[in-house]
């Protein structure tokens, strides 16, 4: 016999609601993708012992284009980019999508 489950009365919509009611679900969404990728890129190349200058070198760019791709609050970062700043730390780029939650 499955028990049932009570529903709290006082529970409201969902974090992500209210910010798609506000207009900016998709802008945060972006936002915290890239703090992900930022932050796993540094620790790939702390735990690689890669100073910056090293990793530009490996992926043939200037040590300001690394900045921008470890700058988790800038947005603008070309795909082609996020590989090669991937690959020199020996890592890949997995992007999938898949269906958004009702």
Request: hydrophobic content about 40%; glycine content about 4%.
């Amino acid at each position: 016999m499955a028990k049932a489950t009570k529903v709290n009365p006082h529970a409201g919509s969902s974090f992500d609601d209210f910010l798609k009611e506000d207009g900016i679900f998709e802008e945060v969404q972006a936002r915290a993708l890239k703090r992900a990728l930022a932050e796993q890129l540094d620790e790939a190349m702390k735990s690689g012992k890669l100073s910056k200058v090293n990793m530009a070198q490996r992926m043939a760019t200037s040590r300001s284009q690394l900045n921008r791709v470890l700058d988790p609050s800038n947005l603008s970062i070309q795909l082609d980019t996020l590989i090669k700043a991937a690959s020199a730390v020996g890592r890949t780029v997995e992007i999938r999508l898949r269906p958004a939650c009702k």
